[in-house]
């Protein structure tokens, strides 16, 4: 099977750099070392190192579980809630 590489545009790249950064601070604030996190969430130590420096290679699955780890999974499923755009073109289809 050929699989092709996932392109990321730099400004995108940065959201995920960003969400990164965040899930760092969520452990540190609530002093908790990132061995403690990634058995937490069931991942090795080097995913969560990655987690933490935004890589959009890692697993959603592992994203959430560190979610989970922090009480913050209602953010997660924040995620894709507001589609203004999609439902805009469901109403033009109605019409």
Not at 69 to 87: H, Q, S, T, Y
Request: charged fraction near 35%; glycine fraction near 6%; hydrophobic fraction near 40%.
């Amino acid at each position: 099977m050929n699989s092709k590489k996932a392109i990321l545009l730099p400004k995108y790249q940065k959201i995920f750099e960003q969400l990164g950064e965040n899930i760092k601070l969520a452990r540190k604030r609530r002093k908790l070392t990132a061995d403690q996190v990634s058995e937490r969430a069931g991942i090795n130590r080097t995913t969560l190192y990655r987690i933490e420096k935004g890589d959009p290679k890692v697993a959603i699955g592992s994203y959430f579980n560190v979610f989970r780890v922090f009480n913050l999974e209602e953010d997660f499923e924040k995620l894709a809630v507001d589609d203004e755009f999609g439902r805009k073109l469901q109403d033009l289809d109605l019409l």
